[in-house]
């Protein structure tokens, strides 16, 4: 009996999720956050709004398609055009954005930090995706710049081109 409820349960966690998601269609979306992730709302072709993760970090990579995008897969030998936007989890505050820039990211996957070479094969094009990063996949003991050793990272990544 409980597995049932367990799987009933689970099932409209997974409804509510598709039709958060589903909801706005590929150009608007509503806020979404699947368990213990941070909420991610905004409308595609605009940097997203990210909330403030609370509680504990996730010790694995987590991914969630905010917008699930149409055009070409990513691949792991693929190399992207991108806007994103990075918060850390410690402090719940935005670090970088190339929406701040102005200017999108291009880059081979094979040159960025696991995480995101981990977290990003199997996007599309038009797609956005949440990453939640640990330390180990991110930068590690040491840390990068602003971002302080063991960190776990937020990104929210809007494929624009792969090739």
Do not use: H
């Not at 409820?5 to 099932?11: F, P, S, V, Y």
């Not at 992207?80 to 719940?92: A, I, N």
């Amino acid at each position: 009996m409980k597995i049932r409820k367990k799987l009933a349960i689970a099932a409209i966690i997974a409804l509510s999720i598709t039709s958060l998601t589903s909801c706005g269609g590929k150009d608007k979306v509503s806020e979404s956050a699947a368990a213990g992730l941070p909420a991610v709302s905004g409308n595609a072709g605009q940097a997203p709004t990210i909330a403030a993760p609370t509680g504990a970090p996730p010790t694995t990579l987590q991914t969630q398609d905010i917008i699930v995008g149409t055009g070409a897969q990513v691949l792991a030998t693929s190399t992207l055009t991108v806007q994103y936007t990075l918060m850390t989890w410690s402090k719940g505050a935005i670090v970088e954005s190339s929406w701040s820039s102005g200017q999108p990211a291009t880059f081979p996957l094979a040159n960025v930090i696991a995480g995101w070479q981990q977290g990003l094969p199997g996007a599309k094009v038009g797609g956005r995706r949440l990453l939640v990063i640990p330390a180990d996949l991110g930068y590690g003991p040491n840390g990068s710049g602003p971002i302080g050793p063991n960190e776990t990272l937020i990104f929210v990544v809007d494929i624009i081109a792969v090739s």
